[in-house]
């Protein structure tokens, strides 16, 4: 990893912190959210956050989110939190950017983004999950262990699938989302899950963005052969198992595939990593 990716994770997850310290209302997703399940899983620069607390509207959670951390002070660091001007909204999913910019004294330091979605279909999450954070080091503002609450591993493999199968722009291009493959597939290998609430899942993000997905995986255009391969070619320690697409597809498919073609009146069982395969 280099510095500039180091620096930016440190600073996420400073704010992370910070923020759930401040108001457990918001739930963690994306990128950030698998790393904090899979210590070394593919990271992001941004964070995706949502809230299950009122105020839940996307707009009105950004709001909610400028108000709470705006001019906070971790540490000797102070976290701008602002909506950038112009920023629009497209898409199935109601979302939002903001941008954190960070600063030592008068001096910028780093920035990252954070996507806020709004009202999503999901179970309410009463669990939390401690986290430790990355950089190892010991600081005298801020604990080494922080506690979030995570979105449900079944609504981001549902995600991540619906994704992979969206098409975009008038002339219905199909999804690049390479890294959505990737993820899904470690998913297979590091965490469990439950095929009723994976159904469930799928069928909403399904009806949400007009799809009918496929009765399997299968990659979505001719192009993701090579764009997977860059994709593994800029991750630092990519999982071995699945650093060739087609692996990938196969132990992505072994947890998705049964789901993907069953009757929802007959999806039971749990996913096992260990076993690879629904028990």
């Not at 262990?145 to 722009?169: C, F, G, T, V, W």
């Not at 390479?178 to 993000?205: G, K, N, T």
Request: charged share 25%; glycine share 6%.
């Amino acid at each position: 990893m280099n510095p500039n990716e180091a620096y930016n994770r440190f600073f996420r997850e400073l704010f992370l912190a910070e923020l759930m310290s401040r108001d457990q209302g918001w739930v963690l997703k994306g990128g950030t959210n698998l790393y904090c399940q899979i210590p070394g899983a593919r990271h992001t620069r941004d964070l995706d956050l949502y809230r299950q607390d009122d105020p839940t509207s996307f707009l009105r959670a950004a709001a909610e989110l400028v108000e709470t951390m705006d001019e906070a002070k971790i540490g000797s660091y102070r976290f701008n939190v602002s909506i950038p001007k112009g920023e629009t909204v497209d898409g199935a999913i109601d979302n939002i950017s903001l941008k954190v910019e960070i600063f030592y004294g008068v001096n910028p330091v780093v920035e990252f983004g954070i996507d806020v979605s709004g009202d999503l279909h999901v179970p309410v999450v009463t669990d939390f999950l401690d986290v430790q954070r990355s950089d190892g080091l010991d600081l005298e503002f801020m604990e080494r262990d922080y506690r979030i609450r995570s979105y449900p591993i079944e609504n981001q493999i549902a995600d991540k699938i619906s994704a992979m199968y969206e098409l975009h722009d008038l002339r219905q291009q199909p999804s690049t989302r390479y890294r959505d493959l990737y993820d899904i597939a470690l998913i297979s290998l590091e965490l469990r899950a439950d095929a009723s609430r994976l159904a469930e899942a799928l069928r909403i993000q399904a009806k949400i963005r007009c799809l009918t997905l496929p009765l399997e995986l299968h990659l979505p255009s001719s192009e993701w052969a090579d764009g997977y391969a860059r994709l593994i070619g800029r991750l630092v320690g990519p999982r071995q198992e699945i650093i060739e697409v087609n692996d990938a597809l196969r132990i992505a498919g072994a947890l998705a595939n049964p789901i993907l073609s069953s009757v929802e009146s007959t999806v039971t069982g749990e996913w096992s990593p260990d076993a690879g395969r629904w028990i």
